[in-house]
């Protein structure tokens, strides 16, 4: 799934998600529930950081969005954070 989705899927949820990169895939990314399975290798995405880049995705115009999402998951929430301070 993309990082779009990824952070979509947190919100609707209200959960927290482990991601890591698909492997063989740029760009693309597994997400599970917190409190399944091993967590070596997997990065917590919480809510608090779903919601801020939800809230500069939907800021963007359409050119920009696009732009924003080739930023990959990483990228995103770096950018989201600091147009938020």
């Known amino acids: 799934m993309k990082a779009i989705e990824v952070f979509r899927k947190v919100y609707d ?11 063989n895939c740029p760009n693309e990314y597994d997400a599970k529930h917190t409190f399944t399975g ?8 919480d809510l608090t950081t779903a919601n801020a880049v939800l809230t500069v995705h939907k800021a963007c ?8 999402e ?16």
């Open 13 to 23: 949820e209200k959960s927290c998600h482990l991601v890591r990169p698909r492997k």
């Open 38 to 45: 091993n967590k070596r290798g997997w990065a917590y995405v």
């Open 61 to 68: 115009n359409d050119q920009q969005k696009a732009k924003f």
């Open 70 to 85: 080739s930023l990959g998951l990483i990228g995103m929430v770096n950018f989201a954070w600091k147009c938020i301070k």
